[in-house]
């Protein structure tokens, strides 16, 4: 079996090489190619890869290649995880909105439609270089913003799944504070990528005992201090938001907070520099501990299940995951794109049935839904009339004059990577 990452050279491939090395049985991958322009990166991370499974006993190949063609060539599975622009253009996303009082983050509110814009024609040329190498090919996307991007592959045709880390991190948060194992807890987990409720965590299975409220009762101040929200919204909703809609509950304190200390970016920037210098250790055959800082926890466990289910192996037959919504939830139209439990196999992934939403949630979704089609749309047709509708649409906005500073700012911190500006 032969898998390849795009974006490989990215500080995040240890912790994907080391799921692939601990999780052999489950996806037994016998050639891996790690795919990524920078090369003095790749280099770093690919030898430490290759440390990784040797001294895991991993029998498979670790390749490392600047040649995209080359490195998708008769792969089963292409994972992208590519971040157009790099730690400075997420850097930009994180600032130039607060100057209008807005959330600056680089996957939601006017960053993340700038994100969008830059990512979604990359992802797509990526993706029909892969279909042209082999059609049959499964593409799993953990690039940002995950929701748009994967439906920009799928409406152009191409047979991708979309992959987020934020289930599975409550998943095992969850397992631990019930003192079970996380294949025992099953979410009932609804919305959009990064704009998700747990409305239920039910032991056993989908039709297991819902423990939620156990949950709250018993660790409601744990999980609130986890998403930084008050213990009391919790309590109030009765459900577990992720943590992103603190973005949405807490706007302005947000704003206010993000003003007054270093951007996101800028703290990662840092941590990949001290990662890559370890890196280039050659003593180092461990993801280290410092990577557990950097972000996407648990992604590896999700994709090596991902993966092994799509190409037919041993993952797990219910996953999270991002895909059509083909009428699970009645609001939206079929080819809107959720985050919802899925069965997963050789054919891809089929939405399970979810709970009625209340108002409050289904309002929500149904708004930045609208947001990620015009988003959408701007991605692929440019404009800056298009990038002013998205932006005027989005909850995190929404107002006229707001939307149309923000459409010069992002248009100027951006043109670099826009063909049509």
């Known amino acids: 079996m032969k898998l390849a990452v795009v974006g490989g050279g990215s500080t995040y491939t ?3 090489i080391d799921g692939f090395a601990r999780l052999r049985d489950t996806l037994p991958v016998s050639e891996l190619v790690l795919v990524d ?3 003095d990166r790749l280099e770093l991370v690919g030898g430490l890869a290759r440390r990784i499974f040797a001294k895991q006993g991993h029998p498979g190949k670790i390749i490392t290649t600047s040649d995209l063609d080359a490195g998708v060539a008769d792969a089963d599975a292409v994972l992208l995880q590519l971040r157009v622009g790099g730690q400075a253009a997420r ?13 600056g983050q680089e996957t939601t509110g006017a960053g993340g439609l700038a994100k969008a814009l830059r990512t979604v024609p990359v992802v797509l040329g990526i993706a029909e270089r892969v279909r042209r190498a082999n059609p049959d090919a499964w593409i799993i996307d953990f690039t940002n913003p995950v929701g748009i ?4 592959l799928l409406q152009a045709g191409h047979k991708a799944v979309g992959l987020c880390n934020v289930a ?5 948060k969850f397992a631990k504070l019930l003192q079970v194992t996380p294949g025992e807890v099953h979410l009932d987990h609804v919305g959009l990528n990064h704009l998700t409720w747990e409305l239920g965590v039910r032991l056993g299975g989908p039709a297991g005992e819902n423990v939620l409220p156990r949950l709250l009762a018993e660790h409601g101040d744990a999980i609130a201090d986890d998403l930084r929200l008050p213990r009391q919204v919790l309590d109030r909703l009765g459900v577990v938001p992720s943590y992103y809609l603190r973005y949405f509950y807490s706007h302005d304190e947000v704003v206010c907070e993000l003003a007054t200390k270093p951007s996101r970016a800028a703290e990662v920037a840092a941590m990949e520099r001290e990662l890559l210098e370890m890196y280039g250790d050659p003593a180092l055959d461990e993801k280290p501990e410092l990577l557990a800082k950097r972000g996407g926890a648990f992604y590896s466990e999700a994709a090596v299940d991902l993966a092994a289910s799509l190409l037919g192996g041993g993952g797990s037959p219910v996953q999270v995951v991002n895909t059509y919504n ?4 009645p609001f939206l139209a079929d ?13 891809g992934a089929v939405p399970l049935p979810v709970p009625g939403l209340d108002p409050l ?14 988003a959408l749309e701007a991605a692929l047709r440019g404009g800056r009339d298009r990038v002013f509708r998205a932006l005027l649409a989005h909850p995190l906005v929404g107002q006229y004059d707001h939307a149309e500073k923000l459409t010069d700012r992002l248009i100027a911190h951006n043109r670099e990577h826009l063909s049509w500006a």
């Open 14 to 16: 240890p912790e994907l």
């Open 37 to 39: 322009p920078a090369a």
């Open 91 to 103: 850097q930009q996303d994180e600032t130039w909105p607060l100057e209008c009082g807005c959330v």
């Open 149 to 152: 991007v994967t439906r920009a």
């Open 168 to 172: 599975i991190g409550l998943q095992r």
């Open 326 to 329: 083909n009428g699970t939830l």
């Open 335 to 347: 080819d809107a794109v959720i985050e919802v439990p899925a069965r997963v196999g050789r054919d």
């Open 361 to 374: 949630y289904a309002g929500l979704i149904a708004h930045v839904t609208a947001y990620e089609d015009l």
